[in-house]
């Protein structure tokens, strides 16, 4: 089945413990993403990926650091995180930029 | 960069009745304009797109319409149903990625 996966899907940390949430495709992807939703702000774009090795700033990437070593995994590493950071984060898939996206389930993190 | 300002936040409706959601974008050169559903507890799923060589779209009860001279597009849905509840996300290409609206939170009175 064509999916995208996120682990975990649910995680409570403290500040400054640095954790890491995977994104795996099948669809052999070149572009991959990664979106915080936040209630009234819709979707922010935190990094994205063009293809391997490729990674780029969205509108919201302080904090954040991601890496695109294989075409299939784009993992999303918060180093330090902060309350601010509490939020569901989604990772989203698509053939190119302006084909669909794909998005996996999402991934609520609370940062205490 | 491009922003995208998307109208009403939310929009209750009687079954069987049409909805129509707004956005307006910024920049000028955005060719590419996808509408995003999402249902509670998932991501956004794509129900329909349009480029900015055509000025309307349609799959069922579904149409998407382009005024590139405003800036401006809008989803309709004809015939509602239970079914439609969820937030619908418009969205336009900017430089590199796509810019989102806020969202609409469509309700579907019975």
């Known amino acids: 089945e064509a999916q995208v996966t996120q682990n975990p899907r649910y995680l409570i940390t403290v500040t400054g413990k640095k954790l890491t949430v995977t994104c795996s495709q099948n669809?052999?992807?070149?572009?991959m993403s990664w979106y915080r939703q936040d209630p009234g702000l819709g979707l922010r774009q935190i990094y994205y990926?063009?293809?391997?090795?490729?990674?780029d700033k969205g509108d919201v990437p302080e904090g954040y650091k991601v890496s695109r070593k294989e075409k299939r995994n784009f993992p999303l590493i918060l180093e330090s995180p902060s309350p601010n950071q509490t939020s569901l984060y989604f990772c989203?898939?698509?053939?190119?930029?302006?084909?669909?996206?794909?998005f996996g389930p999402g991934t609520r993190l609370t940062v205490l | 960069g491009e922003n995208v300002e998307q109208h009403p936040s939310t929009l209750s409706v009687q079954e069987g009745d049409s909805a129509v959601i707004k956005c307006t974008y910024s920049d000028s050169a955005s060719n590419y304009f996808p509408w995003y559903k999402q249902e509670l507890g998932k991501g956004p799923q794509l129900i329909i797109d349009i480029r900015s060589n055509v000025g309307e779209k349609k799959d069922q009860r579904i149409a998407v319409t382009l005024n590139k001279t405003a800036k401006h597009f809008s989803l309709h849905i004809t015939e509602t149903q239970p079914e439609d509840s969820a937030v619908y996300f418009c969205a336009a290409m900017g430089n590199y990625q796509l810019i989102w609206g806020a969202g609409t939170k469509l309700i579907i009175k019975p």
């Open positions: 669809m052999n992807h070149e572009y």
């Open positions: 989203a898939s698509s053939l190119s930029l302006e084909d669909t996206q794909y």
């Open positions: 990926s063009m293809n391997v090795e490729v990674t």
